[in-house]
T-cell receptor, first 116, second 112 residues
Framework: GAGVSQSPRYKVTKRGQDVALRCDPI?????LYWYRQALGQGPEFLTY????????KSGLPNDRFSAERPEGSISTLTIQRTEQRDSAMYRC??????????????FGPGTRLTVL | KNQVEQSPQSLIILEGKNCTLQ??????????LRWYKQDTGRGPVSLTI?????NTKSNGRYTATLDADTKQSSLHITASQLSDSASYIC???????????FGAGTTVTVRA
């Protein structure tokens, strides 16, 4: 596709369930980022991949959150045993190169997660 | 405390009028500053990017300024259109660091 795509666009789940959020970056983009965005706030960094390698996961809130990008393209963000505080918009972004200053990140439409 | 502060939080302007959004940052060492436009329900889209050596950058009716000494930036929208209604997010990058610091955004509403 022409841009970053994410699925599902909306996810409603019950507390305690596991969820998997998918990101399909722009073809050929080396870098992939996951962000969480609360209503009325800017995106908050979660984790970063360079190809298939997870270079930085310092933004993941706790060990219930994990992410993978096994073939250096599609990535999955998994949240285990979801809690209500996990409710947010989860955004994925990709960039062409290695995250240097000139490297523009292109954002996907996001997955709106609601934990009941 | 957020390292990127934006003001105002929101504003309403009439179509055809101009407006200016402010961004103050404390991110250091500074590398670059970007303004993103985020339409409702969409992901942010980059408008401009400036490094410390640039003090102004235009993209159509959008003009961004940067004062790296005072660590301030502004985004000026000229002759606003209804399609300018969106959230405008100031984003600051550090030197040698892929992580970006995002402001909370300014929500602009343009009314006919």
């Amino acid at each position: 596709g022409a841009g970053v795509s994410q699925s599902p666009r909306y996810k409603v789940t019950k507390r305690g369930q596991d969820v998997a959020l998918r990101c399909d970056p722009i073809s050929g983009h080396v870098s992939l980022y996951w962000y969480r965005q609360a209503l009325g706030q800017g995106p908050e960094f979660l984790t970063y991949f360079n190809y298939e390698a997870q270079q930085d996961k310092s933004g993941l809130p706790n060990d219930r959150f994990s992410a993978e990008r096994p073939e250096g393209s599609i990535s999955t963000l998994t949240i285990q045993r979801t809690e209500q505080r996990d409710s947010a918009m989860y955004r994925c972004a990709s960039s062409l190169a290695d995250g240097s200053w000139a490297d523009t990140q292109y954002f996907g439409p996001g997955t709106r997660l609601t934990v009941l | 405390k957020n390292q990127v502060e934006q003001s105002p939080q929101s504003l309403i302007i009439l179509e055809g009028k101009n407006c200016t959004l402010q961004c103050n940052y404390t991110v250091s060492p500074f590398s670059n500053l970007r303004w993103y436009k985020q339409d409702t329900g969409r992901g942010p889209v980059s408008l401009t990017i400036m490094t410390f050596s640039e003090n102004t950058k235009s993209n159509g009716r959008y003009t961004a300024t940067l004062d790296a000494d005072t660590k301030q930036s502004s985004l000026h929208i000229t002759a606003s259109q209804l399609s300018d209604s969106a959230s405008y997010i100031c984003v600051v990058g550090k030197s040698n660091d892929y992580k970006l610091s995002f402001g909370a955004g300014t929500t602009v509403t343009v009314r006919a």
